[in-house]
DNA sequence: CTGTTAGCGCGTTCAA
DNA sequence: TTGAACGCGCTAACAG
């Protein structure tokens, strides 16, 4: 073992081992036989000098770079981080490796990212659409770059993995009837995307099968952030006729609801009802303890990755569209005992 | 805009636009002037085909790859995962692409990973290093790959970012002895990593200059995870003279800290005061309200990236290491009012 | 102002 | 059982 020398390349490799370059290639890829001697001085060869394979080379002979793109909205939102967690964790049991981009939600700047990663040739791209009908999506599409979207659903001609939204929402709201609420009141996501429409699709229908007309005054948009959310509860609490109970669309309104509720000195579950989309790590830490909806992160996260390697693999296999069921989190903030 | 051929080249842009590739390459890259004449008939043949340009066939050509490796520890843990977030946003502003890989703080893992970065040729590596003399950090001195070190100091020799942890959390220890405590506890991370020593020394330095001794007894491993800190919380409030207060050495353990206290049917503050290293997001929703010393992740991750840009720039630059101060969050576990 | 051509480091026929 | 040589797509002298 030695100082590497400068840049050390398979040539060099092949003329210190006495062999050609094509034996190194097939030694070190194990992808013909080679006899154990010469084999032996490969090996050598490689260890002496410390040699790493270039694999930008190699992508470029092979035009395959064992890559998954990852583009988010908006990393630093929980359930994103959350999902972004459990799919490193995915890959890396594969023999693919990950690179990372934020789209920030932003249309414009999310073709740009799915251009970058095309540009950089990755196998496939994992991705959270900013909006239906997205010009990156339409990019992706046209080029026939094997994909996986999650999160929002956008297209069966993509093969999507997600939480189931609809009915998730609706237990919420049979929850809240069970416990005597009529008056309840839906702060929903961003405008637009998948998950806030079956969300709210879920309210609704939850509301119906129990004899409840959905009142639009209390239906109102908390644009998916803490800050819009809070002003909607400052708005509903103001109305003639206020809710009793609420439910968030995702974690951060849940939390924008409960600091606005701090706000105007109302306690939970005595004075307002809560329950939420997304569960929180250590909710037992919370008082009051949130009722919530959790999603499965890690099986979202396995199953993208998954279904993305059988895409790369198979290009003309059928898409598929998966709604994974979430889990109830019955705890306090519902207001029963 | 017509449906992209099955694969566009340079070579496909330079025959449409009637030029030699040497043009197409010019006009794509801005990197030498070209007449308006051909560069239109260049713009308008990529837009008619949809090129994208390759940017590994870039890379081997360049040797540059514009790409940052981030090897994390356990990134699900919410101090890495948080650093993780702000590193992708700082990168994001550069000209460089993340590509990220876990290496469960297990030092032969560790090291493939790097392997695997360098044979991927990324320009520069970020790392959270598992232990002090990695054979990873070696592989990285050798090569002299650029590299910043984050979080873990392991070496002058490497340019290296993190938070304070001595001063962070002598103040937890002096904020707790003015409340009036004289048995504080001390729950500390992984053995062999310096933010452990570094903070348990703080904790030292804290009673020492209050005069107070340290009771080894009151100072054991936690070893960075929830479980461990359970355990020691059971243990330490077994003991003959159990401690009126704790300090944990991260937020994971401040979990099992809580929870273990809420096993024990102790109430914090009021039977056992608590402070911690590392903040909550939503810390105010939590009760008791944490008090806490809060890692400045924004510039902790900020800087890493600019250090590490720097370096890529200038291999012979001296290297630098820096201790970012953090936050002390006053709230309630500490029980003062 | 633009084109020819030689690499970059590796995989892979094709031949021997 | 092994090697010579071409090609992957692009950049950068060098030449004109």
Known sequence: MQMAVRKVTMA??????????TTVSHVLN?????????????LAAVAETGYTPNSVARSIATSTTETIGLALPAMSKPAFTDLLVHIEAEVRSTRYSLLLIDTEDDPARELRVVQELHARRVDGVLIAPSKRRAPAMKFLAERGIPTVVIDRFVSKKFDQVGVENTESTATLVDHLVEVGHRRIAMISGFPGLSTTSERVSGFEKGLERHGLAADPQLMISGHGDEQHANDAVHRLLALPGPPTALITGNNLMTIGAMRALTELDLEVPRDVALAGFDDFPWADLFRPRLTTVAQPSSEIGQTAVQLLVQRIADPERPPRTLR???RFMHRESCGCR
């Open 12 to 21: 060099d490799i092949a003329k210190l081992a006495e062999v050609s370059v």
């Open 30 to 42: 194990e992808t013909r036989f080679v006899a154990d001697e010469p084999r032996r001085r490969v």
């Open 324 to 326: 994974l069921a979430s």
